[in-house]
């Protein structure tokens, strides 16, 4: 059974700093393709980061010099840096694997409120 499990969201004042992890189970972890969405209130759901299995990131132009994404294939788990946070980061934030041939998959989301 593939599982996504997201962690690390919360309440963070304006300029405030965040770490997300995503821990994966039941997939060929190095294979796919990591991404971090987010859906903020009345919005639709966009790509914040991805990072490739050798290591190569892309960023939202939103976020590119605060958020940092990275993964730890010996703990099948990817994680989003989020600094100098703004009101208009807030969203919930979705873990997404994704390979061209395999299955697409989704975790549960977590809230990331930005308080100004």
């Known amino acids: 059974q593939v599982q996504l499990v997201e962690s690390g969201g919360g309440l963070v004042e304006s300029g405030g700093s965040l770490r997300l992890s995503c821990a994966a189970s039941?997939?060929?972890?190095?294979?796919?393709?990591m991404n971090w969405y987010r859906q903020g209130p009345g919005k639709q759901r966009e790509l914040v980061a991805s990072?490739?299995?050798?290591?190569?990131?892309n960023y939202a132009d939103s976020v590119k010099g605060r958020f940092t994404i990275s993964r730890d294939s010996g703990k099948n788990t990817v994680y989003l840096q989020m600094n100098s946070l703004k009101p208009e980061d807030t969203a919930v934030y979705y873990c997404?694997?994704?390979?061209?041939?395999?299955?697409?998959?989704w975790g549960q989301g977590t809230q990331v409120t930005v308080s100004s």
């Open positions: 997404n694997a994704a390979h061209k041939i395999f299955n697409t998959y």
């Open positions: 039941g997939i060929l972890f190095s294979v796919y393709v």
């Open positions: 990072i490739t299995s050798d290591g190569s990131t």
